[in-house]
């Protein structure tokens, strides 16, 4: 009984550790907007490829994209805006205004 007690516990100690290290060290993210596409971290993503631009939160919001036929918001394409957020917002919305993709403030997950 006492060792598969302390065994739970190490193994329960391991996976927050592991994910510990896998979420929280994350490097800056870096997006760029472009008429028909963005550029996340190097990685190009055509507005016809996403289903839908969501904010999750107001006071430091995380934006998550959702490409089409995902359920879940992969966790490269979720981020938050470091400096000026609201216009990094604003400037979101406009460009997924301009290829007509819905935005807004919509509850998502990702993984880990």
């Given at each position: 009984m006492?060792?598969?007690?302390?065994?739970?516990?190490?193994?329960?100690?391991v996976i927050v550790l592991i994910l510990?290290?896998?979420?929280?060290?994350?490097?800056?993210?870096?997006l760029l907007l472009y008429e028909d596409r963005l550029l996340l971290n190097g990685h190009p993503l055509h507005a016809a490829d996403v289903k839908r631009v969501?904010?999750?939160?107001?006071?430091r919001p995380v934006i998550g994209i959702l490409p089409n036929g995902k359920k879940i918001v992969?966790?490269?394409?979720a981020f938050r805006f470091v400096g000026d957020?609201?216009?990094?917002i604003v400037d979101l919305?406009?460009?997924?205004?301009r290829n007509d993709l819905k935005m807004g403030?919509?509850?998502?997950r990702t993984w880990i």
């Open positions: 006492l060792f598969s007690m302390l065994a739970l516990g190490i193994i329960w100690g510990g290290l896998v979420k929280y060290p994350r490097k800056t993210t870096e969501m904010i999750r939160g107001y006071f992969p966790m490269n394409f957020e609201d216009k990094g919305k406009q460009w997924a205004e403030y919509k509850f998502f």
